[in-house]
T-cell receptor
Framework: QKEVEQNSGPLSVPEGAIASLNCTYS??????FFWYRQYSGKSPELIMS????GDKEDGRFTAQLNKASQYVSLLIRDSQPSDSATYLC????????????FGTGTRLTIIP | DTAVSQTPKYLVTQMGNDKSIKCEQN?????MYWYKQDSKKFLKIMFS???????INETVPNRFSPKSPDKAHLNLHINSLELGDSAVYFC?????????????????FGPGTRLTVL
């Protein structure tokens, strides 16, 4: 079982709709959860971090965490063509000097 | 500009050669990382330094040797390059302490170095 699993996609969503990206992780002691966006040929860019169960909203982005189910998701409302990218889920065991483990990413395409 | 920078951006070399990649951050961070992203886009940690001390050393061939002369710089030297070393190498940095303008636990990535071994 991979440590962090994501559906590789591609996920196609019409412009203006909600894009839903999912991620599961295997290490129960994981404490920190991140969503990175990576455009083709560019470096990963952090868009959301979440540490507690529940929802965390930032603009059009909402991260959801359920530690009991070992599941973290990212919702993108009012999807725009500029949201087309690969979204990487990353998990960390604890704060501080622990490694960040990435999933393989989900490629999202927003269709105008 | 405040950022994480890497040189070179592209590196094309022959099998068996030795090459180095340099990374610098001016964000005032105390922790730096090297990641490898393969052709399938899987991003995997290789090394991490905190205040010049090696704290993460994943299962990486010993042909790869990181070096951190100070907490703002992290270099990666690769000996006897192999075809399988072809990838994009990303440097990243983060800070472990809280403070004004500092966001602990958040890693900021450099632009990457695309290494092609022929």
């Amino acid at each position: 079982q991979k440590e962090v699993e994501q559906n590789s996609g591609p996920l196609s969503v019409p412009e203006g709709a909600i894009a839903s990206l999912n991620c599961t992780y295997s290490d129960r002691v994981s404490q920190s959860f991140f969503w990175y966006r990576q455009y083709s040929g560019k470096s990963p860019e952090l868009i959301m971090s979440i540490y507690s169960n529940g929802d965390k909203e930032d603009g059009r982005f909402t991260a959801q965490l359920n530690k009991a189910s070992q599941y973290v998701s990212l919702l993108i409302r009012d999807s725009q063509p500029s949201d087309s990218a690969t979204y990487l889920c990353a998990v960390k065991r604890a704060f501080g000097n622990e490694k960040l483990t990435f999933g393989t990413g989900t490629r999202l395409t927003i269709i105008p | 500009d405040t950022a994480v920078s890497q040189t070179p951006k592209y590196l094309v070399t022959q099998m068996g050669n030795d090459k180095s990649i340099k990374c610098e951050q001016n964000l005032g961070h105390d922790t730096m990382y090297w990641y490898k992203q393969d052709s399938k886009k899987f991003l995997k940690i290789m090394f991490s330094y905190n205040n010049k001390e090696l704290i993460i050393n994943e299962t990486v061939p010993n042909r790869f040797s990181p070096k951190s002369p100070d907490k703002a710089h992290l270099n990666l030297h690769i000996n006897s390059l192999e075809l399988g070393d072809s990838a994009v190498y990303f440097c990243a940095s983060s800070v472990q302490t809280r403070g004004p303008g500092l966001f602990p636990d958040t890693q900021y990535f450099g632009p990457g170095t695309r290494l092609t071994v022929l």
